[in-house]
């Protein structure tokens, strides 16, 4: 065992806990599609802000823990280094102010006027988008990691991660997506 072996068991930690709190996060957003009370919708709201408290750690670690990975073995002027170092960034920055500003945004809504029917406000399109982007930046990066292609296919990797991500939210976010009846509150 060496410190390269160590630095990889915690940047694979990070990931995993990364994408664990995605799937919580993406489980408490669909139950806020599907409430049916403001008070509902909180609950799960609630869920997805303590939920998103994982991830400044998770990204401070996989810096930190691929920083040592680059410094043993690789060099810092790699395509895919610098790929990971923008995916780092694009994540920190498109969950904090976007999905998790538009989410608290939300829920302050909700906790003020609960009357107003839940649907005008759970659909944000660019909520949706942005918090469905940051899992495909995610997966960009993690093929740029393991196929350690040049600067286009890393790129390539991050946006077109991105790209699909943000695509995928549009049919979720609609009236009778198919996985409403299994997420649904009853």
Do not use: C
């Amino acid at each position: 065992m060496n410190g390269y072996d160590i630095a990889l068991f915690f940047h694979l930690l990070a990931l995993f806990a990364a994408f664990a709190a995605t799937a919580l996060l993406g489980l408490a957003m669909r139950r806020v599609l599907t409430a049916r009370t403001a008070g509902d919708a909180l609950h799960w709201l609630a869920l997805a802000k303590r939920t998103g408290r994982v991830f400044p750690l998770a990204l401070l670690t996989l810096v930190a823990s691929g920083a040592a990975m680059v410094s043993e073995r690789w060099s810092w002027s790699t395509s895919w280094v610098d790929a990971g170092l923008a995916g780092v960034v694009f994540l920190a920055l498109v969950g904090d102010q976007v999905a998790g500003r538009r989410a608290a945004a939300l829920a302050h809504a909700l906790a003020a006027d609960p009357a107003v029917p839940l649907p005008d406000r759970v659909r944000d399109p660019l909520w949706w988008a942005a918090s469905n982007a940051n899992p495909g930046v995610a997966l960009g990066v993690v093929f740029a990691m393991v196929t350690k292609p040049a600067a286009a296919g890393a790129a390539a990797a991050l946006i077109v991660g991105g790209l699909l991500g943000a695509l995928a939210a549009v049919p979720l976010r609609r009236a009778g997506m198919p996985t409403a009846s299994l997420l649904s509150n009853d």
